[in-house]
Nanobody, 124 residues
Framework: QVQLVESGGGLVHPGGSLRLSCAAS????????IGWFRQAPGMEREGVSC????????YYADSVKGRFTISRDKVKNTVYLQMDNLKPEDTAIYYC?????????????????WGRGTQVTVSS
């Protein structure tokens, strides 16, 4: 059974940092993609970043380029999202998801399984 569990959310001041983790289990495939998405109250869920399991290729939304870094630990089957220089507009529930067909992109319709999310709040 595919399972994704997010952790690492919390309350941080503007300009601060957080590192989110996404622990994946229940599947063994040579090529898949893990993505991070976020959803603020009253807003559509939007893609943030994703990484390929096979070669580590990454993709970022323009809104987070230069501030967020995605990485993977293949041994632990965990993906991280390092978020620096956080802004109040980054406040949202952050979800990780997996595309088992290995397509690198942030179209949420292509993602098959989702975690339950972790809250990130950026406020002074």
């Amino acid at each position: 059974q595919v399972q994704l569990v997010e952790s690492g959310g919390g309350l941080v001041h503007p300009g601060g940092s957080l590192r989110l983790s996404c622990a994946a289990s229940g599947f063994i495939l040579p090529d898949y993609v893990i993505g991070w998405f976020r959803q603020a109250p009253g807003m559509e869920r939007e893609g943030v970043s994703c990484v390929s399991s096979s070669d580590g290729s990454t993709y970022y939304a323009d809104s987070v380029k230069g501030r967020f870094t995605i990485s993977r630990d293949k041994v632990k089957n965990t993906v991280y999202l390092q978020m620096d220089n956080l802004k109040p507009e980054d406040t949202a529930i952050y979800y990780c998801a997996t595309d088992l067909e290995g397509r690198l992109g942030l179209d949420k319709r292509e993602y098959d399984y989702w975690g339950r999310g972790t809250q990130v709040t950026v406020s002074s």
